[in-house]
Each structure stands twice: as structure tokens, then as C-alpha cells.
Nanobody
Framework: QVQLVESGGGLVQPGGSLRLSCAASGISLGPYYMSWYRQPPGKERELVATISSRFNTIYADSVKDRFTISRDNTKNTVYLRMSGLKPEDTAIYYC???????WGQGTQVTVSS
């Protein structure tokens, strides 16, 4: 079985930071692009960031300079470091292997004072 498990979400005040993790089992992530998506309440799911197998990264304009996607292939894990969090960052955050359509279960991030 292939499993992607996100963790690290929670409640944080505006301006705070969190690091999300996506740990994979049943698959070696090294050869694949990996992405983080998020779905704010009542809104469409949107792409947040992508990292290639060669560690190139792209970001949504709304998160660039605040979020950093990274990967540790030895740990078979992808990360999303978030800083300067804003209320509009509140969402369920998902990791996925986009070429295989493998999704994690999501982790809730709530930014509120």
C-alpha cells in the first residue's frame, strides 16, 4: 500500500510559523515531483508549491517568500515550512505525488488570533 501522511498542522497566531511534514510509505519519492495543495474552507483546492526530483521549486504568488518546500529523500519525506502566516492561509493542506495522483489525508492549519 502507498500511504502519504501529513502532520504538523495546528492553530497558530498571525505572523507565526509551522512546518508541515509528509511522510511516505510504500513508495520511494525520490524520482517524483511532489506538491503541496491547500483547500480553504468553502473554496477550491489550490496549488501551493511544487518541488522537482532535482530540487527545483515553484510557489504560488500568495505564499512566495513566506513558504519553503523541501524534501529529504533519505527520510522519504517532503516538508512545507510556513512563516509569516496570515488568516487567509487557513486551510487543509495536502501533499501529493501529482503524476501518480497519490494524495495524503490532509492536515488542518488554522491561523487566528
Amino acid at each position: 500500500q502507498v500511504q502519504l501522511v501529513e502532520s504538523g498542522g495546528g492553530l497558530v497566531q498571525p505572523g507565526g510559523s509551522l512546518r508541515l511534514s509528509c511522510a511516505a510509505s510504500g513508495i520511494s519519492l525520490g524520482p517524483y515531483y511532489m506538491s503541496w495543495y491547500r483547500q480553504p474552507p468553502g473554496k477550491e483546492r489550490e496549488l501551493v508549491a511544487t518541488i522537482s526530483s532535482r530540487f527545483n521549486t515553484i510557489y504560488a504568488d500568495s505564499v512566495k517568500d513566506r513558504f519553503t518546500i523541501s524534501r529529504d529523500n533519505t527520510k522519504n519525506t517532503v516538508y512545507l515550512r510556513m512563516s509569516g502566516l496570515k488568516p487567509e492561509d487557513t486551510a487543509i493542506y495536502y501533499c501529493l505525488v501529482p503524476t501518480l495522483n497519490y494524495w495524503g489525508q490532509g492536515t488542518q492549519v488554522t491561523v487566528s488570533s
